[in-house]
């Protein structure tokens, strides 16, 4: 029997869907320059399910169709379950993926796992093509979910689960404890697409690999499911484990890492560990990090440029100080300044994520976040995009309290995600219009200045940077001019 963990097939538009973090974070089009990434967390659950009994399979039918069109045409023969994981915005096509599977074969169960069965795993199972849902961390749950069904025993105490009873009716077992993330395996990367490199405009070198080293968030932004997906906690692998597995990565043959952990530099103990042994075993990878700019200082910068990180990734959100505050960030702006003029005086690239539309937004405070991006930053690249709330976050229910037709959020999509506003009236006065008039905006201000667009090219070192840069620039620039994803 097999159980096949499935990135579902898309419209060729949004190939580049980016949905690799579990909590459900997403994003996708032109607008990020065509990014994608490998699904790590996916093959992450795929190679802790394995056992006696059952093969495992990972097919990515974003770049596999052809792959996933064959197993259709069997009829999903000998698929025991098919478990995809889902967020809000990909849960209505998930679902019509699901069905079309049930259609084939009735007998193929149906896991769904991630952020939108975690948030609302009761709304999930409202929907009959959905058997089973698995809350918050997924490996034990799934490997174990998985045995159940392969025997044929009884499913109803597994932790971690949800399912419709005999009558019908949804029923949500206890969360099981979170895992020591030392007992994770390495995720086996050889269950990837064959001769597929995935695009990321970000990169040095290809192929890459990207790799979680730690789970949960010491923030508490109120519009982030990180922390609550996590319940709150922050675990961290060891610097040896981390260490094992980038010996596997380059043994691969993998050249560069993108770190997707929530807040990579807020681990420097640990993190000063792995620099050294990454610089000792000259394992000559470059490398890319998301930090915050409240846990991070120049020693580990310098160490972490010597050890070949050349891009630093920050949540700076806005220019405000009181949208900070209003945001639970913790952080402030000045925090931001030296953080930034930090990078640039040690040389490692900056990039700046921003988020308009929250609390209190104006039209006049997303210009001056605009310029504080450019002018006082000066980030290396940034993303600019509107607010969505999120099942599972404060914001989300400040608005579902004054708009409960929000319901479960699933009006939320990736074609609208990010440049579409979507119930912003519920947490400031900026109409929809408007908003994304001014994401295409920034985009306008920040990518099409002449002195900018001089300083990309002359920066670039060799002829993979070029063509990655090429592809990226394309993307972002006809996202800036037509405002279309």
């Known amino acids: 029997m097999k159980a096949v963990f499935l990135k579902p097939p898309v419209e060729s538009a949004h190939r580049n869907v980016v949905r690799d973090f579990i909590y459900g974070c997403w994003c996708n089009g032109k607008r990020v320059g065509g ?3 490998p699904p790590t967390n996916e093959l992450l659950a795929a190679t802790h399910a394995r056992q006696d009994g ?12 052809e ?3 064959q197993l259709a045409a069997s009829g999903f023969a000998d698929v025991l379950a098919v478990l995809i994981m889902s967020s809000t915005q990909s849960f209505r096509h ?4 699901l069905r079309k599977i049930k259609e084939a074969n009735p007998g193929v169960r149906s896991i769904l796992y991630g952020s939108h069965p975690t948030f609302m795993a009761e709304a999930c199972l409202k929907e009959d093509v959905v058997d089973f849902v698995v809350t918050r961390e997924a490996e034990d749950t799934i490997r174990e979910l998985l045995g159940h069904l392969l025997s044929g025993t009884s499913t109803a105490d597994v932790l971690g689960i949800g399912y419709r009873d005999g009558d019908g009716q949804p029923r949500i077992n206890p969360v099981r404890p979170f895992l020591n993330m030392n007992d994770l395996p390495i995720p086996d990367r050889t269950l990837l697409p064959g ?7 970000v990169v040095k070198r290809v192929p890459f690999a990207t790799m979680f080293t730690s789970r949960g968030c010491p923030a508490r932004c109120n519009y982030c499911t990180a922390p609550v997906f996590y319940g709150n906690k922050t675990r961290a692998r060891s610097a040896e484990k981390i260490i094992e ?10 050249r560069e890492i993108f770190f997707r952990d929530e807040t990579f530099s807020a681990y420097k103990g640990r993190n000063m560990q792995v620099y050294d042994r990454m610089r000792a075993e000259e394992m000559d990878f470059t490398w890319v990090a998301n930090g915050r700019v409240d846990m991070i200082d120049r020693e580990q910068m310098l160490a972490m440029k010597q050890a070949g990180c050349h891009l630093l990734k920050f949540g700076v959100e806005t220019g405000s100080q009181e949208l900070l505050d ?3 960030k913790g952080t402030t702006i000045a925090q931001a300044e030296e953080t930034f003029r930090l990078a640039r005086e040690i040389g490692i690239d900056t990039h700046a994520h921003i988020i308009f539309g929250g609390p209190g937004e104006t039209v006049e ?8 991006v450019i002018d006082t930053l000066k980030a290396t690249t940034a993303t600019f995009g509107i607010l969505t709330p999120y099942p599972g976050t404060e914001i989300f229910d400040m608005v579902a309290e004054i708009f409960p037709e929000i319901q479960d959020g699933s009006g939320s999509t990736m074609e609208n995600l990010h440049t579409e506003s979507f119930f912003a009236e519920a947490l400031c006065g900026i109409p929809a219009e408007e908003l994304s008039r001014q994401v295409v905006r920034a985009y306008r201000r920040f990518y099409l200045r002449p002195g900018y667009l001089a300083g990309r090219v002359s920066s670039l070192r060799s002829l993979e940077e070029v063509m990655v840069k090429v592809v990226a620039g394309l993307n972002v620039m006809s996202f800036a001019f037509s405002g279309r994803k």
């Open 245 to 254: 597995e980038m010996r596997d990565i380059r043994r691969l043959g993998y």
């Open 195 to 201: 001769n597929v490199d995935y695009f990321n405009p």
């Open 326 to 328: 209003r945001y639970k």
């Open 54 to 65: 059952l093969d495992v399979l990972f097919l990515d039918s974003q770049y596999e169709p």
């Open 365 to 372: 405070t997303i210009g001056k976040t605009v310029d504080f």
């Open 67 to 69: 792959r996933y069109h």
């Open 35 to 37: 990014m994608s990434m």
């Open 94 to 97: 998930d679902c019509l993926t």
